[in-house]
């Protein structure tokens, strides 16, 4: 199946400091991609969806200048996390889907991206 | 109500045994993904159906679309199927996910 790379895989940083993750289809050319957020033992949560060229569409509750996005190419988006505090620890997982709005269109997940903010 | 519902929410077997995951899901959810979560946390798209039966391997995730209900069926299951089940339907208008809470499976030698 189609392949989707996140990095970094972990980070830890200060609180104040701006973290940028990274989210790669290597295989496949994704015009749209999602950026979730879990917590522990729950499920995920969307928190913005990107198509590529266009600004992201952010989801109720989710600052977007606080959370950056940008989908500057059909295989990459960035998730910056800007002045990081502790409660934006989380895990960050990235999902890719390709061109089409049929039914036979999946969407892939990257790996995840664990962000601890001391 | 959630849109998704996924039971039972803890499953634990032994090993070799099969394996039902339910899913039932409200109108206006076209399609129905079943994912799987391991411990590291990493998710991995096992199937997207909106009609019929699909089968991978040892998985088999089927779907009634009278009954909005969709099963994942794990056969000889073993050790390493242990992981988070999830189903999360996909609306018919749009793309996003709705993510049920997820079945959490320990398989046991």
């Known amino acids: 199946g189609a392949v989707v790379s996140q990095h970094p895989s972990w980070v830890i940083c200060k609180s104040g400091t701006s973290v940028k993750i990274e989210c790669r289809s290597l295989?496949?050319?994704?015009?749209?991609m999602f950026w979730y957020r879990q917590f522990p033992k729950q499920s995920l949560m969307l928190m913005a969806t990107?198509?590529?060229?266009?600004?992201?569409?952010?989801e109720q509750g989710v600052e977007k200048d606080k959370f950056l996005i940008n989908h500057a190419s059909l295989t990459l988006s960035t998730l910056t996390v800007t002045s990081a505090h502790p409660e934006d620890s989380s895990f960050y997982i990235c999902?890719?889907?390709?061109?089409?709005?049929?039914?036979?269109?999946?969407?892939?997940f990257g790996p995840g991206t664990r962000l601890l903010v001391l | 109500k959630n849109e998704v519902e996924q039971s039972p929410q803890n499953l634990t077997a032994q090993e070799g045994e099969f394996i039902t995951i339910n899913c039932s899901y409200s109108?206006?959810?076209?399609?129905l993904h079943w994912l799987q979560q391991h411990p590291g946390g990493g998710i991995v798209s096992l199937f997207m159906?909106?009609?019929g039966k699909k089968k991978h391997g040892r998985l088999i995730a089927t779907i009634n679309i009278q009954e909005k209900h969709s099963s994942l069926h794990i056969t000889a299951s073993h050790p390493r199927d242990s992981a988070v089940y999830i189903c999360?339907?996909?609306?018919?208008?749009?793309?996003?996910?709705?993510f049920g809470e997820g079945t959490q499976l320990t398989v046991n030698p």
């Open positions: 990107s198509n590529e060229g266009s600004k992201a569409t952010y």
């Open positions: 159906l909106s009609s």
């Open positions: 999360a339907g996909r609306k018919t208008s749009g793309s996003r996910l709705t």
């Open positions: 999902s890719a889907r390709s061109g089409g709005t049929g039914a036979g269109e999946t969407q892939y």
């Open positions: 295989d496949f050319q994704a015009t749209t």
């Open positions: 109108v206006g959810i076209s399609a």
